[in-house]
């Protein structure tokens, strides 16, 4: 240790470890009056340094992946649906993070959000029980023609029923066995390529 070196007390340390991630390095070095090179030290000494060392969090991109779902979809959830979230900062950069534990109780009252039966099993630990489950339902309930390709008298049938009927896309892949997402998607398809009959 050289001589200008001053010895981390207790307090600074209970400090650093409070507002580390809630405020950025540059206002604790401040308050510290160390430098922000200093402080990344002692949190790689203290075994904190990370945006999310020693959390059960995850970012917003790690539950997609976890989930098979585009990033866009979980912040649609945190916007529209008050899926719980925080802000976390590190360095410059500024998280958000979503608990593990406070998702599943988000998760278990939004089912209809997510397929489970998509989901790879222990992607999110700890997952609880019920998530099996609920595996086996959307295993069960999926659409029968998931992953059929469209045929040109299926074309006929949705631009009927769409345009002809007025049938609401939930109501058409019901009685197509396709999910309304896939109705959308097809009918976005049809639309782009100018054959809307």
Sequence with gaps: MSKNQRIWTDEEDEYLLNCYGSAP?????????????????RLNRLGVYGAKANTTNITVYELA???QVDAHTVYNWIKNNKMPY?????????FMLIDVL???GWVEQNRGLINFYKVPKNSLVPEPAWVDKQRD????????????????????RLRRMFYGE?????????????????????L???????VTG
């Design 25 to 41: 390095l540059k206002h604790i070095s401040e308050s510290l009056q160390r430098t922000v090179k200093a402080l990344e030290s």
């Design 65 to 67: 992946e976890g989930l």
């Design 86 to 94: 925080k802000k976390m900062v590190a360095k410059t950069r500024e």
């Design 102 to 104: 406070i998702f599943w």
């Design 137 to 156: 339902i959307d295993y069960l309930t999926r659409p029968r023609n998931e992953n059929n390709k469209w045929n040109d008298e299926e074309d006929a």
């Design 166 to 186: 007025g049938r609401t896309q939930k109501e058409i892949g019901e009685l197509m066995g396709r999910s309304a997402r896939g109705i959308q998607k097809r």
């Design 188 to 194: 976005d398809r049809l639309r782009k390529t100018k």
